[in-house]
């Protein structure tokens, strides 16, 4: 039998996910702001993962998916990290390196919800057809 997540757990994951989303970025060249933009798309479909499987509506996620994006989020809350964030600089590099690795572990689950979350709101992927 497999370990249940408690749900306040699940639901503090998802609102960690909301926060950490919001960084304004200036005077990036074109390809490091559009890449932001996708990670910060990312990281949102990640947060909407979190509180659709915590309500309920969206199960189609193994374990491991739904273990891996609230540890996720709670390495990033945390105020402990490898590399302390106060360091000017490098402070937030490990923050960034676990972003990185976690969304590109969850690559498929991501793909996965958005076109399930796009079949319940009844858009149609045109590309797919």
């Given at each position: 039998?497999?370990?249940?997540?408690?749900?306040?757990?699940?639901?503090a994951?998802?609102?960690?996910?909301?926060?950490?989303?919001?960084?304004?970025?200036?005077?990036?060249?074109?390809?490091?702001?559009?890449?932001?933009?996708?990670?910060?798309?990312?990281?949102?479909?990640?947060?909407?993962?979190?509180?659709?499987?915590?309500?309920?509506?969206?199960?189609?996620?193994?374990?491991?998916?739904?273990?891996?994006?609230?540890?996720?989020?709670?390495?990033?809350?945390s105020?402990?990290?490898?590399?302390?964030?106060?360091?000017?600089?490098?402070?937030?590099?490990?923050?960034?390196?676990?972003?990185?690795?976690?969304?590109?572990?969850?690559?498929?689950?991501?793909?996965?919800?958005?076109?399930?979350?796009?079949?319940?709101?009844?858009?149609?992927?045109?590309?797919?057809?």
């Amino acid at each position: 039998m497999a370990a249940r997540i408690p749900l306040r757990a699940v639901r503090a994951a998802a609102r960690a996910l909301g926060r950490q989303s919001r960084h304004p970025e200036t005077d990036l060249p074109d390809a490091v702001r559009d890449r932001l933009d996708a990670l910060r798309g990312d990281l949102s479909l990640a947060s909407d993962l979190l509180r659709d499987y915590a309500a309920g509506r969206y199960r189609k996620i193994p374990y491991w998916a739904v273990t891996a994006l609230a540890a996720f989020a709670l390495y990033i809350a945390s105020p402990i990290d490898l590399i302390p964030d106060f360091i000017p600089g490098i402070g937030h590099i490990d923050d960034v390196a676990v972003l990185v690795f976690a969304l590109r572990l969850l690559r498929k689950e991501l793909d996965a919800y958005r076109a399930w979350r796009d079949r319940e709101a009844g858009i149609i992927d045109v590309a797919a057809s």
